[in-house]
């Protein structure tokens, strides 16, 4: 049996608390719609000025699904901020892998590659708080049960 044994050491608690810093000025303005009105345009003027394309004309879906997650994600920033654990930055860097696999998704089927600017991140935060519960993992040979 594989047993994961949570990074305890005080720096990557930081880290935990410093990705959900970043998750909070990025994701904000993702969370109501006058925001994400507002992020939109800059986006689209940031990706027209880059030459990275614009975003895709604002719709009522598209605003809906902004809010939804701009809102779950700045309340996720805030557990972190306030009580960093250890199975946060797990848990984090699972959801990172998941948004990091859709991003790519996205891009490989013509998103504005200003999307790449965010899955940089995504992926370097999601290794950075991977990697310590990949190398802490032990094999136990005392099944679950006859723990002593």
């Known amino acids: 049996m594989i047993r994961l044994f949570a990074p ?8 935990v608390r410093a990705s ?9 303005g993702f969370a109501t719609p006058w925001t994400y009105t507002l992020l939109h345009g800059a986006l689209s003027s940031l990706g027209g000025a880059l030459g990275l394309g614009a975003m895709p004309a604002l719709d009522p879906m598209q605003t809906l699904y902004a809010n939804l997650m701009g809102s779950v994600v700045v309340v996720w920033a805030f557990l ?7 199975v946060h930055g797990l848990l984090d860097g699972l959801a990172r892998t998941l948004f990091a696999t859709w991003q790519a998704y996205a891009l490989a089927h ?24 990949w190398r802490s993992r032990r094999t136990s040979l005392i099944p679950d049960g006859d723990a002593r």
Do not use: H, N
């Open 80 to 86: 972190r901020i306030v009580k960093p654990l250890p």
């Open 8 to 15: 305890s050491r005080p720096a990557y608690l930081r880290l």
């Open 110 to 133: 013509g998103a504005t590659r200003v999307l790449w600017l965010f899955l940089v991140v995504e992926v370097a935060f999601g290794v950075v708080q991977l990697v310590p519960w």
């Open 20 to 28: 959900a810093w970043y998750d909070l000025v990025v994701t904000a």
